[in-house]
């Protein structure tokens, strides 16, 4: 069964702590994504990646870290320098970074900073 | 640089009726546009793009949208709506990174 997997669905960590969200797929996709998404505000892009090895920031990526060390997963560790991280993150993947490529979103991550 | 609006936050429709959510957008040449739709705590699934071509745009679940570049626009559309569509729906633009609307929360009423 092909799609993107995130792990785990609810996080809570407390302040001044990193934390490291999972993401992997297996549908054999070049690109891979990261989205940040708060009430009323849609979705917005944190970082992706190409191709392994290779990842370029997004709009939001302060406070956020990433690797593509492998093909399949592509970590997002939100550092304590994040100044609010508590929202759902949306890991997505594409079969290329072509603008016409579908992304095909995994079902989320809720980060929660007590 | 490219965006998109959707002007409507909220909207409630009657079980069986026919809908609309509007989606409007802002790019210099021919843009690329996607309708997605999001059930609660879920992640996004792609209902419709639009590329190049006809300007009617067939989805899945019955939804359908039309590119009309003279109104900058790209709404989506149900002739009868199912309660298994309440969700929250996002029209996205491209070809540039993605960009999203802010989303619209449909609710269905019996």
């Known amino acids: 069964d092909g799609g993107i997997t995130q792990s785990p669905k609810y996080l809570f960590r407390k302040e001044g702590q990193n934390v490291t969200l999972s993401c992997e797929q297996n549908?054999?996709?070049?690109?891979m994504y990261w989205y940040r998404q708060d009430p009323g505000q849609g979705l917005r892009l944190i970082y992706y990646s190409q191709i392994v090895n290779d990842f370029q920031k997004g709009d939001i990526a302060e406070g956020y870290s990433v690797s593509r060390e492998k093909k399949e997963s592509f970590p997002l560790t939100v550092t304590s320098a994040q100044k609010n991280p508590t929202a759902f993150y949306l890991c997505?993947?594409?079969?290329?970074?072509?603008?016409?490529?579908?992304?095909?979103f995994g079902p989320g991550t809720r980060l929660t900073v007590l | 640089a490219q965006s998109v609006t959707q002007p409507d936050i909220h909207i409630t429709v009657s079980e069986g009726a026919s809908l609309e959510l509007r989606c409007n957008y802002s790019?210099?040449?021919?843009?690329?546009l996607f309708w997605y739709v999001q059930s609660p705590g879920q992640g996004l699934q792609l209902l419709l793009k639009y590329f190049s071509g006809d300007t009617l745009v067939q989805g899945i679940k019955g939804f359908e949208a039309e590119f009309k570049r003279s109104q900058s626009s790209f709404n989506l559309r149900k002739p009868s709506v199912h309660w298994s569509d309440a969700a929250e729906y996002f029209c996205a633009v491209g070809p540039e990174k993605l960009t999203f609307g802010t989303g619209t929360r449909l609710t269905i009423i019996p």
């Open positions: 997505a993947s594409s079969s290329s970074a072509g603008s016409t490529d579908t992304q095909y």
């Open positions: 549908l054999n996709h070049d690109a």
């Open positions: 790019y210099g040449a021919t843009p690329y």
